[in-house]
């Protein structure tokens, strides 16, 4: 699947991804290493459970059922919208638990980047995209498109539409993923000048179909130690 931020051609798509990622892998190849940043670590509950407190979205799309956070739409969705975290984060560790219930387009957790209203929604986003289940990869929304992560490793232990614990490492300039205890990702951002303090999102993504998205388990560290800490050994 693609991440695509407006509606276009699957071939434009296509194509856009495929350049957007060769050009990704030829930069990575040659991305500085930038250390983990320093400040207070603490832990975070960053979904109660309950209700949506801490977070900012379309009221219609994003609700709390069964003790989850779930992302639905019965119309069709123009540009990718998110839920956002009123506050914004840096260097992390992010646990969370997630759900492909409806449809095979991808959703995916954004970071490092910001609210981008002017690209057509109030509560969309521009910026690194771990995506999931369907099109396991690294996207740079309204940027560089696809990063050249293989997604093949995901693949191989995802479950496309069953509950999927993922752990997300972001610190300095690299992103670790860990999905269901097993380590699929390790990229540095050669162009470390794009990583900014920003809030994290949900994503519902385009689509003309209908969706259902859930999310829980949501438990964010800051400043985090240097580890990855759900890996089964």
């Not at 980047?113 to 109030?122: E, I, K, M, T, W």
């Not at 829980?216 to 560290?221: I, M, S």
Request: some cysteine; proline content about 6%.
């Amino acid at each position: 699947m693609l991440c695509n931020d407006r509606t276009k051609s699957p071939r434009v798509l296509l194509l856009a991804l495929m350049l957007g990622s060769l050009t990704a892998v030829a930069r990575a190849a040659d991305a500085p290493v930038v250390p983990p940043k320093k400040g207070t670590s603490e832990t975070i509950k960053l979904f109660n459970g309950n209700n949506l407190e801490g977070w900012h979205g379309h009221q219609d799309k994003w609700s709390v059922q069964d003790g989850a956070i779930v992302a639905k739409n019965n119309e069709p969705v123009k540009v990718s919208t998110y839920l956002l975290t009123d506050r914004n984060f840096s260097d992390f560790r992010l646990l969370a638990t997630v759900k492909l219930a409806k449809s095979e387009m991808h959703s995916g957790i954004a970071f490092w980047g910001r609210n981008a209203p002017d690209h057509g929604d109030p509560y969309t986003y521009a910026g690194h995209l771990v995506m999931f289940p369907s099109g396991w990869g690294l996207y740079d929304l309204f940027g560089r498109n696809g990063l050249g992560v293989d997604g093949e490793p995901a693949k191989k232990v995802g479950k496309q539409h069953d509950w999927n614990d993922l752990e997300i490492l972001a610190q300095g300039n690299r992103i670790r993923l860990v999905a269901n205890g097993v380590q699929v990702m390790d990229w540095r951002d050669p162009e470390p000048d794009r990583i900014k303090e920003a809030p994290i999102g949900l994503q519902l993504h385009s689509n003309n179909e209908s969706q259902e998205i859930q999310f829980k388990n949501l438990v964010l560290t800051t400043f985090p130690e240097d580890k990855l800490i759900t890996l089964k050994q």
